[in-house]
């Protein structure tokens, strides 16, 4: 009969926050084994940790899907590729007036980071004029954060968009090495990676995180976890997947709100100190553990996702503050 190792979750935070070592791999795969009558307890340990970095501060990104579908990859995941049949907008890249509404409503809901998102492989050099011309302009007229996510970079392309003032860039390493094939057969595990060295190289800060409920393994969720620390993402957006009916993975029913804390929790221990965000599927998933989400995460995406809904921003609102949290304060101009 399997014996169930336990972990003293508290005495585990006391390690991270006495300086010691972050979450092993096998107290990772303890976090996401954890029994539902322990979840409190694991929770505890990672709101302690969340709490010794970010405070009870949340931080709010809005993002823009600038330019939908017609993708010629085939993320088994994604509504946007071209195996989906799945019934959204496609349309190309918006224009500089939409693009810079979209930072003017991030600028006013309060999110301290706007992310621009475009579908595709990768930019195209004439895109990259674009948006560089637009990121600058965002950046003379609002005091917020810019992080685009525009697939596979080039060293002179994330040049040119580090000389625009570019923040961050997104790019998910999405899930293990080993699970990866499994999930996509038009780049490799090794092509995401190239990308999110070559956005740090030029000092960009780099958001790479992963999507969780695709049929991964509790071992492949620990090894994308690890890996995203050893790369040094700072920030590490959790997704939970959202089976689109349309994607090869329409039927992949697997998550429930318990393993959705248990991974965010597990997350927060591996990568005690960066930001972490409840990133697509939060609604549809943790449902109505939502708030639970933030002892362990510190970032949620406010409005909608790339092609489906989000709750409305009030919502959001009210739950932050219901919390006793709040929300975090933008950086000032230039900052
Ligand atoms: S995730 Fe990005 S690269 Fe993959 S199919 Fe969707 S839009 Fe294309």
Redesign the pocket.
Known sequence: METQVRFDWAAIADRILSGGEAATAEEALGALRCPDEELLDLLAAAYRVRRHYFGNRVHLHLLLNAQSGL?????H??S???ISRAQIARYPMQSRETILAGAERAFQLGAATFCIVT???GPSDRHIDFLCEVVREIKARFPIKVCCCL?LLRPDQAERLKQAGVDRYNHNLNTSRRFTPRI?TTHTYEDRLQTARTVQQVGIGLCSGAIFGMGETDEDIVEVALALRELGAESIPVNFLHPIAGTPLENQWALTPQRCLKILAMMRLVNPDREIRIAGGRELHLRTLQPLGLYAANSIFIGDYLTTKGQAPEADYRMIQDLGFEVETRPERGG
């Open positions: 993708c010629p990859e085939d993320c995941y994604c946007q590729s071209r579908s595709g492989r697939g996509v």
